[in-house]
């Protein structure tokens, strides 16, 4: 089964780094997904080209040690441009995707808080 690891971004402080208690929660999160793929040698974060979801995919990229990975903007995932659910369609392998809310409570359900994730099956 493939698995779509939906995260909202951290809370962004400038520059290129997180607010110092949303970097360890991010990081927190990122090492349960982590512990989650037990057969993935290679994995792609996507996220949107806003700032806080580049600063958080890196951060998860970094805490995902032993397994390759690709991050990937994808302006479809921008807020409110494009539905996440739509890009996940054509996902063929599980990969992580760091976006933003209402985006994401679209698809999941869910309201998420900021670094934190829900697995979602496709």
């Not at 993935?40 to 700032?51: D, K, L, N, W, Y």
């Not at 409570?105 to 900021?114: A, D, M, Q, Y």
Request: hydrophobic share 35%; charged share 25%.
């Amino acid at each position: 089964m493939k698995y779509a690891y939906i995260m909202r971004h951290g809370v962004y402080e400038s520059g290129d780094s997180l607010i110092p208690s949303s970097e360890e929660y991010v990081k927190q999160n990122a090492r349960l997904i982590k512990s989650d793929l037990l057969d993935i040698e290679a994995i792609t974060v996507f996220h949107s080209p806003a700032q806080r979801a580049l600063v958080t995919a890196n951060t998860v990229a970094n805490e995902l040690n032993g397994i390759r990975v690709t991050l990937e903007a994808k302006t479809e995932l921008d807020f409110n441009k494009y539905e996440i659910g739509h890009f996940l369609e054509k996902q063929k392998e599980t990969c992580i995707v760091v976006s933003h809310e209402p985006d994401i409570k679209r698809i999941t359900g869910e309201k998420l808080v900021s670094g934190s994730y829900v697995r979602w099956n496709f």
